[in-house]
């Protein structure tokens, strides 16, 4: 069975850093696309930043120039880096992944959400 496992959300100020941590576990032989999505009350969720098995990085336009989106391909997890946090980017942040296990099945799924509050 394969898990996928959020970290590192919590309370932060106005122009203030988090970094959120997202991990792969179970049963895998390579993780490929990997994302962070955020969803507030009402609203569908939408992406913030992505990456490719090669690499390759997406980010949203509120996400430009604030988030860097890195992975450790070793350790089948990503990292959202966020800077310069507006009270806007406060959501329940989602990471999402696809991934192949050891049995070449083809598989993705999304994590329990992480809650990102930014206020005074």
């Known amino acids: 069975q394969v898990q996928v496992v959020e970290s590192g959300g919590g309370l932060v100020q106005p122009g203030g850093s988090l970094r959120l941590s997202c991990t792969v576990s179970?049963?895998?032989?390579?993780?490929?696309?990997m994302g962070w999505y955020r969803q507030v009350p009402g609203s569908h969720r939408d992406m913030v930043a992505t990456?490719?098995?090669?690499?390759?990085?997406n980010y949203a336009d509120s996400a430009k120039g604030r988030f860097t989106i890195s992975r450790d391909n070793a350790k089948n997890t990503v990292y959202l880096q966020m800077s310069g946090l507006k009270p806007e980017d406060t959501a329940v942040y989602y990471c999402?992944?696809?991934?192949?296990?050891?049995?070449?099945?083809?598989?993705?799924?999304w994590g329990q959400g992480t809650q990102v509050t930014v206020s005074a």
């Open positions: 999402n992944a696809d991934w192949r296990t050891t049995f070449g099945v083809i598989g993705g799924g």
């Open positions: 179970g049963d895998i032989a390579s993780v490929r696309n």
């Open positions: 990456t490719s098995g090669t690499g390759a990085t």
